[in-house]
């Protein structure tokens, strides 16, 4: 049993619920329904997702078209294809494929991330001719499909959204569970449910990259380091918390680069840096790859997002509901979207702002905070917002550091609530898994950006 001065985080339960506390998450939309219980990504097979095209196309996982070659003579300067992951993050299959083909990771492209515990389908490009090369790469876990050439890169939330297919196990068997199920299909059918960033945003075990990125912005290398390398969490591996609290003690990196495990990758990239540049933590930091310094700084802003929606909850004001001061926006005729189009609740258009909203052809938004961002034009989200920049001690002057404007973070906005599309109950049976529990299977789409696990809370609280 861990300790509390063992861990640098600890948490009592080491439950899903409290990782999502910790990174703003706290609201449900199903609030006042109770949760059927059970768990989700008994194994990998059991969460699976695949990327939706801005045309409606679903990626196939099984497999696609061959015997594709690369056009030079119509301008064709990249080979893209549907990359197929089986219990891997993007990040490493990424790392995989560079390393094989011996190319800078830099050369491949995507279009989103998807959770390492799941079957996968994403479309992935590269700068090049990898054609033949990819045809005959073998891996056990990846698989590359659909492999052709074209004129333009593969570019990060090209696609519109993912359709899930998942499996949750583990339920307790009760009366009328079947009808429970469908009720809150029902409610997340008609209402949505927060648009939080999920625990993938954060870290599944070290939610803790929202607190790298705002030691980032506040010019804080060292602390970045230490939270990146040598805070522990309770629920991290015990050889993980090990080798961490030996470095954090002992401050010898020979030995901490040979026992940090390979699996760390980035933490050894950055011991291995400050062995050959002692005390340079700036150098150490700027060593890292850019979309992984972008995803750090991303997170803090998603934790700001995170922490409106759950303080607006707690204020009791609606998630549903406008309110005098929300930011109404108006959704793209295409796919959607959010727009440019806004109107501040409690004028002359409420009645036609209303109307948007039931028909499902408006949203209501909040900030995601950039270096351009004016929350004067939020006026009861700036209240809220007003609150948490106090309770979390942080300096707005964070929000006008170059490192906002080098990754272009202007500042955007963001759905409040999202409706699932096309939920359904494909299964409720006995579970293979689990002697005397019952399963269920669900398929849906979300917009890219939204987070299955979200709607999934709601279901099992």
Not at 380 to 396: A, P, R, S
């Amino acid at each position: 049993m861990l300790e509390k001065e063992d861990v640098t985080y600890l948490f009592a339960e080491n439950d899903n619920k409290e990782l999502e506390k910790f990174v703003g998450i706290e609201a449900y939309a199903t609030s006042r329904i109770d949760g059927i219980g059970g768990e989700y990504k008994k194994t990998y097979k059991d969460f699976i997702v695949q990327e939706i095209t801005n045309k409606g196309k679903i990626l196939k996982i099984n497999k696609g078209k061959k015997n594709f070659s690369f056009s030079e003579e119509s301008n064709n300067k990249y080979t893209t294809f549907n990359l197929i992951k089986f219990n891997k993050d993007t990040f490493e299959a990424i790392r995989e494929i560079s390393n094989t083909l011996k190319i800078p990771s830099e050369l491949i492209q995507y279009s989103g991330l998807k959770d390492k515990c799941s079957i996968s389908a994403q479309k992935v490009s590269i700068k090049g001719d990898y054609i033949e090369k990819l045809r005959n790469l073998k891996f056990n876990d990846l698989y590359f499909r659909d492999i052709t050439s074209s004129k333009k890169s593969v570019k990060l939330g090209s696609h519109w959204g993912n359709y899930f297919t998942i499996i949750i196990r583990n339920i307790e068997s009760k009366e009328n569970l079947e009808n429970k199920i469908k009720e809150i299909l029902n409610f997340l059918i008609k209402y949505g449910f927060p648009n939080y960033f999920g625990l993938q945003r954060f870290g599944t075990f070290r939610p803790n990259s929202h607190l790298i990125g705002r030691y980032l912005l506040e010019n804080d290398y060292k602390n970045a380091f230490n939270e990146f390398v040598t805070s522990t969490y309770s629920t991290e591996s015990q050889e993980s918390i090990k080798v961490r609290k030996d470095l954090e003690k002992n401050k010898n990196y020979q030995n901490a680069y040979v026992n940090f495990p390979h699996s760390l990758f980035y933490e050894r990239k950055m011991i291995k840096y400050l062995i050959e540049n002692p005390g340079d933590y700036e150098g150490c930091i700027s060593s890292l790859s850019f979309s992984l310094k972008r995803l750090l700084i991303s997170s803090f802003q998603s934790y700001l997002f995170n922490k409106m929606i759950s303080l607006r909850y707690h204020k009791g004001f609606s998630l549903f509901e406008p309110l005098k001061g929300d930011v109404i926006s108006i959704l793209d005729d295409d796919n959607g979207n959010i727009t440019q189009v806004n109107y501040i609740y409690g004028g002359d258009y409420d009645e036609y702002l209303k109307q948007a909203l039931n028909l499902n052809r408006a949203s209501i938004i909040a900030p995601i905070i950039g270096y351009d961002t004016d929350m004067n034009k939020f006026p009861l989200m700036k209240t809220i917002y007003d609150v948490i920049i106090e309770q979390e001690n942080i300096n707005q002057k964070i929000f006008k550091q170059k490192l906002l404007d080098t990754f272009e973070f202007k500042g955007s906005t963001r759905a409040m609530m999202i409706k699932p599309i096309d939920l359904k109950l494909i299964e409720f049976t006995e579970d293979d898994f689990y002697q005397n529990k019952r399963k269920v299977k669900i398929e849906f789409s979300i917009q890219k950006g939204s987070y299955a696990t979200m709607l999934l809370r709601e279901i099992i609280k």
